[in-house]
């Protein structure tokens, strides 16, 4: 039956767009009320230092965002109620014509995941005590969040007039990979399960743990000796590759430094390789075993398969010396990717380890597509700024000492 125009839907569908309009405009006159403000004062993170101009092209890139993006679906709804009613006498109900999005394929037929791809934003792993109860944010509070982070993370801009003054404002910038959007999802913790979003509670024997490390600790230098130095100051290690992969938050660090990696499909292999300390994973597909429990590596031992077109990676066998937020070795880690769109995966982890928390837990990170390539990291190019700071240490000791003469 033909479609009939309605003129009576369409004054309703315009007051519809326009009561849209206003709720854009009011992001605009909200600017420092925002859930991740809320959030961090809750936390007891300091606001004082933030500056409030922000990046002008950057503020009015996301305003526009914004306000064409909610005023665009609001006209798609205009013309779907003006011109998509009709009547129903007679008719049976429209059955879509969308077919799901199914990713390409290989040469020898397993789903395509190879590119370069980044996993940083703005999403905390945790949910924000503050935002307790609540798992999606609105699109204002969207707006006002990436303002903020935008801010906080800028605050070492220089903007003053002056020789000192930075070109365009674009001091430290060249650590921040430049992306349209902070946010890729609108949840409000990278956390699903547990449904609070938050990680379960340590056990006895993991708090136990922590305590013996933080004793170990007690009375010496930060570089008393290069075994005082973390794994990643001495270029060894980096747990930013996983597994699990997870970036720092946004509240921590500049978004988007280093955490992009890249996926190869071979026959019967796929590596993923980590930009950050070029750390490379080959995971083996199939049903072959894991290494025996007397191998232990940095990264563990992985083994992939394909449950339809997601491919699942089985991690086991980590190295007593890493830890992954206080893990023990018996550390078990299933990691899921399926690509959801030519330019984004899905990235969903599964953490489990009785030894340290008391139940698993499960995030899910959006992945994006980035258009460039990864370069090899070289760290302290050999390590060579142990000696320095190993030395400056020794200066200090000296001064103090002569000091106290």
């Not at 569908?13 to 326009?18: E, G, T, V």
């Not at 394929?105 to 949910?127: K, M, N």
């Not at 893990?327 to 769109?341: D, G, I, K």
């Amino acid at each position: 039956m033909p479609l009939r125009f309605q003129p009576g839907v369409v004054v309703g569908a315009l007051l519809f767009a326009f009561a849209g309009a206003r709720g854009v405009s009011k992001v605009e006159a909200r600017i420092d009320q925002g859930p991740w403000q809320q959030a961090h004062e809750a936390d007891g993170l300091r606001k004082d230092g933030f500056t409030r101009s922000g990046r002008l092209d950057s503020l009015k890139m996301l305003r526009m965002r914004y306000r064409y993006g909610r005023l665009e679906a609001r006209l798609s709804v205009i013309l779907l109620l003006a011109f998509g009613a009709v009547s129903a006498s007679g008719q049976a109900p429209a059955t879509s014509t969308l077919k799901p999005w199914t990713p390409p394929r290989t040469v020898d037929g397993q789903p395509d995941l190879q590119g370069v791809w980044h996993y940083s934003g703005g999403t905390p792993l945790e949910r924000p005590p503050a935002l307790a109860g609540k798992t999606r944010l609105t699109d204002e509070e969207l707006a006002l969040a990436e303002k903020q982070i935008f801010e906080r993370n800028n605050r070492d801009r220089r903007e003053q007039l002056g020789t000192n003054a930075d070109v365009n404002l674009d001091y430290n910038e060249f650590w921040d990979e430049k992306r349209p959007t902070i946010f890729l999802t609108d949840r409000t913790s990278l956390i699903v399960d547990p449904p609070d979003g938050r990680i379960p509670p340590l056990t006895p024997e993991a708090r136990a743990r922590a305590a013996t490390r933080a004793e170990a600790r007690r009375g010496r230098g930060a570089a008393d000796s290069w075994e005082d130095l973390t794994w990643r100051t001495r270029c060894v290690w980096s747990q930013v590759g996983g597994p699990p992969m997870i970036a720092p938050e946004a509240k921590e660090v500049l978004l988007g430094y280093m955490w992009n990696f890249q996926i190869l499909q071979t026959a019967g292999y796929v590596t993923i390789l980590q930009e950050d300390f070029q750390e490379l994973r080959i995971v083996p597909l199939g049903q072959r075993p894991h290494i025996g429990q007397n191998i232990r590596q940095w990264l563990g031992d992985s083994r992939g398969r394909w449950e339809g077109d997601t491919l699942v990676v089985d991690t086991t066998n980590f190295d007593a010396r890493t830890s992954f937020r206080g893990s023990s070795p018996n550390l078990h880690v299933v990691e899921r990717f399926t690509r959801v769109a030519p330019d984004a995966i899905e990235y969903q982890f599964t953490v489990d380890d009785p030894a340290t928390w008391t139940r698993s837990w499960t995030a899910v990170t959006p992945v994006a597509r980035t258009h460039g390539l990864i370069y090899e990291y070289g760290c302290h190019e050999g390590n060579y700024s142990l000696p320095g700071i190993l030395g400056g240490a020794r200066v200090q000791e000296k001064a103090a000492a002569r000091g106290s003469k």
